[in-house]
C-alpha cells in the first residue's frame, strides 16, 4: 500500500486560506442577501400606490420629488442612531425624523405628510419633531397628519403641529397628559436581604431610587416638573388647533378618544385615512394628483450600511456585555430619567 505524504506547512497554509475566503465569501453573499431582503422586503406585497411606486429602491436615485411622506411610527424617543437591525430603521426616533424633514426640504418638497401610529413616547422628542414641523411650515410647506390605529400622547403632540389631521373612526388618540413613575424594589430587596449603600452629592441626586420610598419633598418637585411640561403640552394643543386654553384643558386630563369622538372636540378635522388625507395634501399643496410622492422614512445606503456595522459589532461578546451592563445601570441607578407624553 502506497502511504500518503503528509502535506507541507505550506500547503495547508493555502487551504485555510481557501477555507476563510470561502467562508468570508458566504458572509458576503449573506449580507447583500439580507440588504435585498431589507430593500425590497419579504413581507406580503401591498397594493401599487403612488407612494410604494415611488419609495421602491428606485426612487433612491430620483431627482425630485414633489411630496414627501414621513412615517412615526413606535414610542418616540430621542436616538442618533435610529438603528432598527436587520428589521429597518426606528421610525419612532425624533433624530431620524428631524432628519427626513430636513432632507424633504433640502428637496423642495411641496407637502409632507405624516403617517403616525404611535402611543406616544418622551417629552423632548415629541417637542423637538413639533417645533421642526412648525419651521418648515412657516416656509410655505404644506403638512397634514393622518393618524393610524393609534396616535396618543406625544404621537398627538406632533400632530398638532400639522396643519390638518386625519383620523379614521377608530384611531384612538388624545392622551393629553405627562407621567413620570418609577419602580420600587426596595421590598424585594428586604426578603431577600439585599442593601444598597448611596453616596451622594446632594438631596435630590438619587430621586427616584428604586432602592427606597420618596420623600414628599422629591414628590413636590417631581410635580412641578410634570405640571411645567404638561403647560407645554397644552399650549402646542391650543396653538395648534387653534382652540382657547380652557377648552384644550378640560379634554386634557390624560384620556383617550376615538376619532368619532376626537373630531367632535375639534381635536382633528376630518374622518379619512392616509389615501385621502395624501389626496387633499396634493390639492392644498397645488400639485396634480400624479405628483411624485417620496418616503422619507425608506433606508437609504447609508442607513443601510450603519445598520450593517451596528449588527457587525453586536457579535462582539463584549459588547453585549456592556450594553448589558449599561441598561442595567441605567435602569436601576441612574434616576430620573425622562419625562413620558
Not at 439585599?194 to 427606597?212: A, H, Q
Request: charged share 20%; glycine share 10%; proline share 4%.
Amino acid at each position: 500500500m502506497q502511504e500518503q505524504t503528509p502535506l507541507a506547512p505550506d500547503s495547508l497554509e493555502q487551504r485555510n486560506k481557501k477555507s476563510q475566503s470561502l467562508a468570508l465569501g458566504l458572509l458576503i453573499f449573506c449580507v447583500i442577501a439580507g440588504v435585498g431582503n431589507l430593500v425590497y422586503g419579504i413581507r406580503p406585497k401591498a397594493q401599487p400606490t403612488q407612494e410604494t411606486e415611488s419609495s421602491s429602491f428606485g426612487a433612491m436615485f430620483q431627482e425630485k420629488s414633489e411630496m414627501a411622506v414621513i412615517v412615526v411610527e413606535g414610542t418616540i424617543v430621542h436616538d442618533a442612531s435610529g438603528g432598527g437591525g436587520f428589521s429597518g430603521p426606528n421610525n419612532g426616533s425624533a433624530d431620524r425624523i428631524v432628519k427626513a424633514i430636513r432632507d424633504a426640504e433640502k428637496d423642495g418638497v411641496k407637502g409632507i405628510l405624516f403617517k403616525i401610529n404611535s402611543p406616544g413616547g418622551s417629552a423632548a422628542a415629541s417637542q423637538s419633531v413639533y417645533h421642526e414641523i412648525q419651521r418648515v411650515r412657516k416656509k410655505g410647506i404644506k403638512v397634514y397628519a393622518a393618524m393610524g390605529d393609534v396616535a396618543a400622547s406625544g404621537g398627538y403632540y406632533i400632530a398638532c403641529a400639522a396643519e390638518k389631521i386625519y383620523a379614521n373612526p377608530a384611531t384612538l388618540t388624545g392622551s393629553i397628559g405627562v407621567i413620570a413613575q418609577f419602580t420600587k424594589v426596595k421590598g424585594l430587596f428586604e426578603k431577600v436581604g439585599l442593601e444598597t449603600t448611596v453616596i451622594k452629592s446632594g438631596e435630590f441626586k438619587d430621586i427616584g431610587s428604586p432602592f427606597r420610598d420618596t420623600t414628599a419633598a422629591e414628590r413636590n418637585l417631581l410635580q412641578a416638573l410634570i405640571d411645567d411640561t404638561y403647560q407645554d403640552f397644552l399650549k402646542a394643543v391650543a396653538e395648534g388647533r387653534s382652540m382657547p386654553l380652557p377648552d384644550v384643558r378640560k379634554l386634557a386630563d390624560g384620556r383617550i378618544y376615538t376619532g368619532n369622538q376626537a373630531l367632535k372636540h375639534k381635536m382633528l378635522d376630518k374622518l379619512g385615512d392616509y389615501n385621502q388625507a395624501l389626496a387633499d395634501l396634493k390639492t392644498a399643496a397645488k400639485v396634480s394628483q400624479d405628483a411624485k410622492v417620496k418616503n422619507y422614512s425608506q433606508p437609504g445606503f447609508e442607513d443601510i450600511f450603519s445598520m450593517i456595522s451596528s449588527q457587525v459589532n453586536h457579535l462582539s461578546p463584549t459588547a453585549a456585555l456592556e450594553s448589558l451592563t449599561y441598561t442595567d445601570l441605567r435602569h436601576l441607578n441612574k434616576i430620573p430619567l425622562m419625562l413620558y407624553y
